[in-house]
């Protein structure tokens, strides 16, 4: 095992890491809050977006946006939030004259992601936007135009951007402690049921490759700190049952990075498969397991170099919504002070240009 | 955790198939051993196979074949060998005058395997040769011609199709425990000491791919039972330090088989990289852990259909050269019982022509 002395070491920089880049709590004035209108009451918004901002020290609930009045209006009762400031789809552009909102956070299906992204920011209003971005690099494209020309913030809300396991792993990459990165392994996919949005095509974009493989190829780049060359994939429908008449049951993939690092990783909707990534560098391994997860995401350092042979695992048993609570803070911060975010808008649009990479090589070789 | 009467149900079959095909230990008259020279005696011969093979019940050590007479003289006084029995290059093709000698055991270089398989089998004795069986599928054709011509048995060494993890896992599969498998992970690699042959093309044939990525590679395929039909793959060197300047350092690839399964998997000599294949399958998560292993290989069941979530993890204890003792006790019986072998030289080829496709294509793009 490595020593607390050598780990601290090697996590120095780490550890800076993990606090969030703005802080106010030194301030003495009272805390100016964001004050977000959530798009879309699912599961996403509702069990993990909404707790985790309500916990969070600069946002706030102050509206709804939701097809359902009944599960509207539940939820302005939890969240006291007036009657005036719940809308629908129909009446969502009026958000414009309410200056009671100042950001939308948009949990909807991906085909809807561009639309109310762009709606959003023409209202005036910043947007935090659901990893994946959109269905296609074009309707990315036209969300960033959209919010630059509004003078709006647009944030893509990978989570684990702002998760401590992730931190800790991209400096201790970035120090050197594993090397030179030689090759990547990493996975996400779950068993899908049936009947669900991300099964189909228009609502999704695509299938598991776009809902949870995303986890494990974004998280090479960031890990990595660079953008592949090239890609090479194939996808499979195994399972005949009616769920897979529209998107891809499976996918493995193929990545070559410049520095020559390779990435080999797999995603499915059709088995439970344990989420992670894994990189192997020259003096050592640094793997972050779950990492698709809401909580419990864990950071393995072996370092095996000039004979060592020492790991060192440190596992964040903060609860869910924690990293909501960090990405809401984040978020809000970076508007309230008028700072740029990341992950931006490019940062999704990057995703979806390597996921349709990943597509059109499929495609080409089925 | 699974019960011990639901894996007792589930592994049946599987508990069969870790009792070697062949068993003559129920016979009364005195054992009938099969007579083993071994050729080159560098580590796998000498720290492998022939301490495996002395442990054995139906081989035995009778002749040596070495360039280095010391170490030849140092073993053959340990092994209880005749002077007259050992073997130099050049004095090699006299082995077919010597009675006391049925059998070689291939240890050498890759490129000389196909060279000392066509010519033992010339000299009328089995071969058991290791893996990979050559370094090309050219050559590999020439051995199974020459052993087929000479009516001796080949049988490549590949040890894991005797180890009890492998032969429960398959079964496993083959009972549809984990269901349909969807998508597969494998990895193998170490960080290559330099100036070993393996760095050497000539001598090698490729990198990292042909040395220890050939298990991760022939375990998927074992354990599925089916043949890739499509390959991708890249290739890389990253360490500008004159260990690769002949074979890959880094090389990943993904395979696509007839089912519809597919498998993403790197391997490497620039990173101590674990060795292991991952079935996830639509009931159940099925691993092979240290599946290059000499010992210590793990077989994993986590099943999660139907709302079970339940692990089982057996661990195969035997310590080195138990699945030596094994390989060589089977080979030992096909020969004596003038039964077929498996893996045979066909399976040999099949990998060799799978490598050479993962070559082509990481040639192809790069």
Chains 1, 2 share one sequence.
Not at 15 to 40: D, E
Not at 245 to 251: G, Q, W
Not at 347 to 360: A, F, K, S
Request: hydrophobic share 35%.
């Amino acid at each position: 095992m490595l020593s607390r002395r050598e780990f601290v070491r090697l996590s120095a920089a780490a550890s800076a890491a993990t606090t969030l880049p703005l802080n106010l709590l030194a301030q003495a004035a009272p805390v100016k809050k964001l004050r977000y209108a959530p798009v879309g009451l699912g599961v996403i918004s509702v069990q993990h977006f909404m707790p985790g901002t309500r916990r969070s020290q600069f946002g706030e609930i102050t509206g709804l946006v939701s097809g359902h009045p009944d599960k509207a209006n539940k939820l302005a009762a939890e969240y006291n939030v007036p009657a005036g400031n719940i809308y629908t789809y129909e009446t969502f552009d009026k958000i414009r004259d309410n200056k009671e909102i100042d950001a939308v956070y948009i949990g909807l299906p991906n085909s809807m992601h561009a639309e109310y992204t762009i709606r959003a920011a023409e209202a005036g209003k910043h947007v935090l936007c659901e990893k994946p971005m959109a269905v296609s690099a074009k309707e990315c494209q036209s969300m960033i135009d959209a919010c630059k020309k509004n003078n709006r913030k647009l944030m893509i809300a990978y989570r684990c951007h702002f998760q401590s396991s992730y931190l800790q792993a991209r400096e201790l990459v970035r120090s050197g402690a594993i090397g030179k990165v030689e090759v990547i392994e990493g996975a996400a996919g779950f068993n899908s049921r049936p009947g669900v949005w991300r099964l189909n095509k228009k609502m999704a974009g695509g299938g598991p490759l776009m809902d949870i493989g995303i986890y494990a190829l974004n998280a090479s780049r960031f890990l990595l700190g660079e953008e592949p060359k090239v890609i090479s994939a194939y996808t499979s429908v195994i399972d005949q049952d009616g769920r897979f008449n529209e998107v891809e049951e499976n996918c493995g993939w193929t990545m070559k990075f410049p520095s020559g690092a390779i990435a080999s990783m797999t995603t499915t909707y059709g088995a439970n498969q344990e989420s992670f990534v894994r990189l192997h560098g020259s003096k050592g391994t640094l793997e972050i397991s779950n990492c698709a997860g809401y909580e419990g995401i864990g950071m393995t350092l072996h370092l095996n170099n000039m004979g060592s042979n020492e790991t060192t695992t440190q596992m964040d048993n903060a609860k869910d919504p924690h990293q909501f609570v960090n990405e809401s803070d984040y978020f809000s911060q970076c508007v309230l002070e008028n700072k740029p975010v990341e992950p931006s808008g490019e940062e999704g649009l990057r995703d979806l240009n390597i996921m349709t990479r990943i597509y059109e090589a499929a495609a080409k070789s089925a």
